[in-house]
């Protein structure tokens, strides 16, 4: 099983909404990733979790809050977002390893903010 | 800064033509990875190249790895129009930790 399960697919949200993305692996990799996509570029790291534990953000607003509940789990929790922050959400996982860094994504969450 | 440069950044090619696409950096990585990804979905994993000099293949799809493993290569023989989509290297360098960056990309049309 190779998969990354992202909820929703699509969501629509006001500047005043508070919202969350979840993504679910089953891989018993312990480095989950946020990525955050905006038409015609590549991903952009937003996160970085390590054996559940915060290793890396990229100055990433406070407007967006990561957690990571146990090494299957991992929320992205939304509140006062703007229209800019409209894009497509990516989750990744991959095994804790120097030499292979190979990571496994999700379909990705799609949010609109209106 | 680690930066993996990406080229061409857009191919619209004739099916059955070849092509090469290349990633290239100043930094030394540990692993480089190839994927695919159609508008609106998430990125998927073609190919990872973690030793020098490397040659790996998947169908009609080679992937190389640079012998100082600084640069990669994928090249597509007879592209078909099930090739079209966005083609993305991504890696993490020996002195980036966990930081996987991504090329900027290349979008690759084939016409049949």
């Known amino acids: 099983d190779t998969e990354v399960t992202q909820t929703p697919k699509h969501l629509v949200m006001g500047m005043t909404n508070k919202k969350s993305l979840k993504c679910e692996q089953h891989?018993?990799?312990?480095?989950m990733y946020w990525y955050k996509q905006k038409a015609k570029k590549p991903p952009e790291l937003m996160f970085v979790y390590s054996y559940e534990k915060l290793s890396i953000n990229e100055s990433v607003p406070s407007r967006f809050s990561p957690e990571c509940p146990n090494s299957s789990l991992l929320n992205l929790h939304l509140h006062a977002l703007q229209p800019e922050d409209s894009a497509l959400y990516l989750c990744?996982?991959?095994?804790?390893?120097?030499?292979?860094?190979?990571?496994?994504f999700g379909q990705g969450t799609r949010l609109t903010v209106v | 800064t680690q930066l993996l440069e990406q080229s061409p950044q857009f191919l619209s090619i004739q099916e059955g033509e070849n092509l090469t696409v290349y990633c290239n950096s100043s930094?030394?990585?540990?692993?480089l990875q190839w994927y695919r990804q159609e508008p609106g979905e998430g990125p998927v994993l073609l190919v990872t190249?973690?030793?020098?000099?490397e040659v790996k293949k998947l169908k009609r799809l080679t992937f190389q790895f640079g012998d100082a493993r600084k640069d990669s290569s994928l090249h597509i023989t007879a592209a078909q129009p099930g090739d079209t989509g966005l083609y993305l290297c991504?890696?993490?360098?020996?002195?980036?930790?966990?930081?996987?960056?991504f090329g900027a990309g290349t979008r690759l049309f084939v016409k049949a």
């Open positions: 991504a890696g993490a360098s020996l002195s980036g930790g966990f930081k996987t960056i």
């Open positions: 190249v973690v030793t020098g000099g």
């Open positions: 930094s030394v990585f540990s692993s």
């Open positions: 891989m018993g990799h312990r480095a």
């Open positions: 990744a996982s991959s095994q804790l390893d120097r030499g292979n860094t190979e990571a496994f």
